[in-house]
């Protein structure tokens, strides 16, 4: 037997974990042997080693046995494995402060009562809040994940050379001394990608807004991170939901809306809330995308599985290149369309396959047990001298 390998017994010994975890991983097809001979015996190796520390990471976290599952089975290809660690850190961090929320709150809760004081019942109430944040946690580590992943197929292999955050910046013209609002900022990665960009002169405000208060934690870090001296006098962060915007009328010379109206149930109501608080002559960018991009992906999936969807909605139904500008011609007298000219050439399977794993759809349920099938069918399709061609139909409404 090659050196590299280890015994059940030896591995569970470097790991300091039971054998019988590791066989309980091997028989939830969490982790597998890399190795097992024909006497069945099972060997593991250091790499294994690596994906154990993520399995025993992530039930820490407070993660379930489908959710581990779900996220390991990517565990072969190391763009994953770093992404993944760096995202543990981070969510590591929201653990801590959450923490410290919770411990704070107890204090304050026990000095009163020690004093002789009445149960405070808020404070109650504001421990049980802060201890059922674990689930949200999760969600925010795996959306983060998902977001992770399609950004980074973009930036390796778009045919267009100036990226597509760049791209947008230069559509919007923002200057010094505007009011501007952008709904749904994501992991702020608009405003990563153009820090040098960002206007920071004299009554400049820029407020970026999220339903997800995880998504703010994170754009703020990595925002703020750049640049911070000067940023944190012009942008700041604020959570809630689009349909409600918590801001009077005439509020804003711009609202920014990247590639998050087909996410909403009624984009109307939300053009018409936009409509409300940008001032007159104020001007909202919306992006979007056509029926035909990444349709390449789609046709790939089915052809390996039919019952597969990669959403449970067409986004581009809800709002679209093909009918943004008659949804928002109904609250704005001029209505622009441009579109990002671009596509992708993928050369290698593994960024595609994150991809695909990260979609909101029922792949995993087909996928996950076949995982391996699955990867080469994608590295065949990926392997080809000329690459594997995936159109983008992305674009932004100007609505004045």
Same mark, same amino acid.
């Given at each position: 037997?090659?050196?590299?390998?280890?015994?059940?017994?030896?591995?569970?010994?470097?790991?300091?974990?039971?054998?019988?975890?590791?066989?309980?991983?091997?028989?939830?097809?969490?982790?597998?042997?890399?190795?097992?001979?024909?006497?069945?015996?099972?060997?593991?190796?250091?790499?294994?080693?690596?994906?154990?520390?993520?399995?025993?990471?992530?039930?820490?976290?407070?993660?379930?046995?489908? @959710?581990?599952? @779900?996220?390991?089975?990517?565990?072969?290809?190391?763009?994953?494995?770093?992404?993944?660690?760096?995202?543990?850190?981070?969510?590591?961090?929201?653990?801590?402060?959450?923490?410290?929320?919770?411990?704070?709150?107890?204090?304050?809760?026990?000095?009163?009562? @020690?004093?002789?004081?009445?149960?405070?019942?808020?404070?109650?109430?504001?421990?049980?809040?802060?201890?059922?944040?674990?689930?949200?946690?999760?969600?925010?580590?795996?959306?983060?994940?998902?977001?992770?992943?399609?950004?980074?197929?973009?930036?390796?292999?778009?045919?267009?050379?100036?990226?597509?955050?760049?791209?947008?910046?230069?559509?919007?013209?923002?200057?010094?001394?505007?009011?501007?609002?952008?709904?749904?900022?994501?992991?702020?990665?608009?405003?990563?990608?153009?820090?040098?960009?960002?206007?920071?002169?004299?009554?400049?405000?820029?407020?970026?807004?999220?339903?997800?208060?995880?998504?703010?934690?994170?754009?703020?870090?990595?925002?703020?991170?750049?640049?911070?001296?000067?940023?944190?006098?012009?942008?700041?962060?604020?959570?809630?939901?689009?349909?409600?915007?918590?801001?009077?009328?005439?509020?804003?010379?711009?609202?920014?809306?990247?590639?998050?109206?087909?996410?909403?149930?009624?984009?109307?109501?939300?053009?018409?809330?936009?409509?409300?608080?940008?001032?007159?002559?104020?001007?909202?960018?919306?992006?979007?995308?056509?029926?035909?991009?990444?349709?390449?992906?789609?046709?790939?999936?089915?052809?390996?599985?039919?019952?597969?969807?990669?959403?449970?909605?067409?986004?581009?139904?809800?709002?679209?290149?093909?009918?943004?500008?008659?949804?928002?011609?109904?609250?704005?007298?001029?209505?622009?369309?441009?579109?990002?000219?671009?596509?992708?050439?993928?050369?290698?399977?593994?960024?595609?396959?994150?991809?695909?794993?990260?979609?909101?759809?029922?792949?995993?349920?087909?996928?996950?047990?076949?995982?391996?099938?699955?990867?080469?069918?994608?590295?065949?399709?990926?392997?080809?001298?000329?690459?594997?061609?995936?159109?983008?139909?992305?674009?932004?409404?100007?609505?004045?």
């Amino acid at each position: 037997m090659d050196e590299k390998y280890l015994t059940s017994g030896q591995f569970a010994k470097m790991a300091k974990v039971s054998v019988r975890t590791v066989r309980f991983y091997d028989k939830q097809n969490i982790l597998k042997p890399s190795y097992v001979s024909e006497t069945g015996s099972r060997y593991y190796t250091a790499e294994d080693l690596v994906k154990l520390q993520q399995i025993l990471l992530y039930k820490y976290l407070g993660f379930s046995l489908d @959710e581990i599952k @779900e996220l390991m089975v990517k565990a072969e290809d190391q763009n994953f494995m770093v992404d993944s660690m760096k995202l543990q850190q981070t969510l590591i961090r929201d653990k801590i402060d959450q923490m410290r929320l919770v411990q704070k709150a107890i204090d304050d809760t026990l000095a009163l009562y @020690e004093e002789g004081s009445e149960m405070n019942w808020d404070n109650m109430l504001r421990i049980i809040e802060l201890t059922s944040m674990e689930n949200s946690l999760n969600r925010q580590y795996q959306n983060a994940s998902n977001v992770s992943a399609r950004i980074r197929l973009h930036k390796l292999y778009s045919v267009n050379q100036q990226g597509w955050f760049s791209w947008l910046f230069d559509q919007m013209h923002l200057k010094s001394g505007m009011k501007i609002l952008e709904l749904g900022c994501g992991n702020g990665a608009l405003w990563v990608e153009n820090a040098d960009r960002i206007p920071r002169g004299k009554g400049t405000k820029i407020i970026l807004s999220d339903i997800s208060g995880g998504m703010l934690q994170d754009a703020s870090r990595a925002i703020l991170g750049t640049k911070a001296d000067t940023l944190k006098k012009v942008i700041s962060f604020h959570e809630f939901d689009c349909n409600e915007i918590p801001y009077p009328e005439n509020s804003f010379d711009v609202v920014i809306a990247n590639h998050m109206l087909f996410y909403c149930e009624d984009p109307e109501k939300v053009a018409k809330e936009i409509r409300r608080v940008l001032k007159p002559g104020g001007c909202l960018y919306a992006s979007t995308y056509g029926s035909r991009h990444m349709k390449e992906i789609t046709e790939l999936v089915k052809e390996f599985d039919e019952r597969i969807e990669l959403a449970a909605t067409e986004l581009y139904h809800v709002f679209g290149l093909e009918n943004g500008a008659e949804i928002l011609g109904e609250y704005f007298t001029q209505v622009e369309q441009s579109i990002y000219d671009d596509a992708l050439v993928v050369d290698k399977a593994e960024p595609l396959l994150e991809y695909i794993m990260s979609c909101h759809g029922n792949q995993n349920q087909y996928i996950i047990d076949r995982y391996k099938e699955f990867k080469l069918f994608v590295e065949k399709k990926t392997g080809r001298k000329k690459g594997f061609t995936i159109t983008k139909e992305a674009g932004l409404f100007t609505a004045k």
